[in-house]
């Protein structure tokens, strides 16, 4: 059958928030939940033209509306619950890519195909190549550690807010 990106994504959240059902009703009370980033904007689809990044920008969007919409409805509908945080990655992402340079990253559209599976040290830098902590991209859709520290401190600051 048929179905729309919209409905695919109704169904992905319903197995989804079945999901978080179930830790509700084990007794999870609190809960952080993470939008997805901006993927529009990594290589894989950059190096796939303008026409991919507005598809996955129009999907993102969607999903994460509905996604949002999901997380009002389970804070209105569940009583007792503890710290219910809905974390906007997109935005974050957003602003680093942004301003990507003042930050330190020298390549936010690419990543060195020497880097992508990892490297063994922070500050590992290859003949080609910019010190891997310089760039945004791991690889075609991960960031890199650098994206995760400012992620793990935003969230840190959110939750103890």
């Known amino acids: 059958t048929n179905v729309t990106q919209a409905g695919f994504h109704n169904t992905l959240l319903n197995r989804y928030f079945g999901q978080v059902e179930s830790l509700f009703k084990a007794g999870a009370r609190s809960f952080l939940f993470i939008n997805v980033p901006p993927i529009d904007r990594a290589p894989l689809f950059i190096e796939q033209g303008v026409n991919a990044t507005k598809q996955v920008k129009a999907s993102l969007a969607d999903y994460n509306g509905q996604f949002a919409a999901r997380v009002a409805l389970f804070k209105a509908t569940h009583k007792g619950l503890g710290q219910v945080t809905l974390f906007d990655a997109n935005k974050l992402f957003n602003t680093l890519l942004d301003n990507a340079g003042p930050l330190g990253f020298v390549n936010s559209t690419g990543f060195c195909e020497a880097y992508q599976?990892?490297?063994?040290?922070?500050?590992?830098?290859?003949?080609?190549?910019?010190?891997?902590?310089?760039?945004?991209?791991?690889?075609s859709l991960h960031p890199l550690f650098t994206v995760h520290n400012y992620m793990a401190h935003a969230i840190a600051t959110e939750l103890s807010a």
């Open 117 to 139: 599976n990892g490297t063994p040290s922070i500050t590992t830098q290859v003949a080609g190549c910019a010190p891997v902590s310089q760039y945004f991209w791991l690889n």
